[in-house]
């Protein structure tokens, strides 16, 4: 149990670096003007969605679904599990939101401002900050 554990981390910290580092990449998109610039913009949106973030959000899932079903008994009754759980599930859907910025880069029809993407960017540490708290507090 302890391995899957140390495998969960490492696929958190996977997926938030994408969750941080893609918002960034939309600020800069946002700002840049040659055509060599957005083209470059739109592969590394890309590459990085489809090739890191999406397997690392399947892979939080499966390995957090796995240590959930180990100890079902245990964290069934904890609220802080079900807290954890509905934040994570926030998580997922701000991932998929990320998933069609990047599909309207793609296509160059992006709405928002460069101020727009540096706010959006700071959502998953709200996220991250209550998450780490309730799995290591374990405050109710």
Sequence with gaps: MTYL???HVVAVVTWFAGLFYLPRLFVYHEQSTDEIGIARFKIMERKLYRGIMIPSAIAVAALGIWLALLNLEAYATQWWFWTKIGLALCLYEYHRVCGRMVRQFQNDIN???HRFYRWFNEIPLVFLIAI???AIAKPF
């Design 5 to 7: 554990l140390a495998l």
């Design 111 to 113: 709405v928002r401002s």
């Design 132 to 134: 780490t708290v309730l």
